[in-house]
């Protein structure tokens, strides 16, 4: 009987042990999960960070074409005032020349 016994706690042992070996194993690959997660988050907030210097630097395109966009409106207006006294002056020298004989 007491054989018995011994060997009956010595199944329960191996089934114990043979648990503990699976459980370490997941414990292992959950802690590898983990770093890899943890390897993946660093990566995502290293492309966060340069997604944010790319914005900034959009954002001073933008302004700088803003700029661009501004001064060329202002050439365009100064060329067309150009034009109109041009226009002008043609006008003057065309009613001038009309009068002469």
Same mark, same amino acid.
């Given at each position: 009987k #007491? @054989? @018995?016994l011994i060997s009956k706690q010595? *199944? *329960?042992i191996k089934a114990l042990q043979d648990d503990n070996? $699976? #459980?370490?194993?997941? #414990? %292992?690959? /959950?802690a590898n999960t983990t770093e890899n997660l943890g390897? %993946?988050?660093?990566?995502l907030q290293r492309e966060i960070k340069k997604c944010k210097y790319d914005l900034l630097d959009l954002a001073d395109e933008i302004k700088d #074409? /803003?700029?661009d966009k501004d001064d060329l409106k202002d050439a365009v207006d100064t060329h067309e005032k150009d034009i109109r006294e041009l226009q002008t *002056? $043609? *006008? %003057?020298l065309a009613e001038c020349c009309a009068d002469r004989p």
């Open positions: #007491l @054989e @018995e010595q *199944e *329960e070996t $699976v #459980l370490n194993a997941r #414990l %292992d690959a /959950k390897e %993946d988050i660093d990566e #074409l /803003k700029s *002056e $043609v *006008e %003057d």
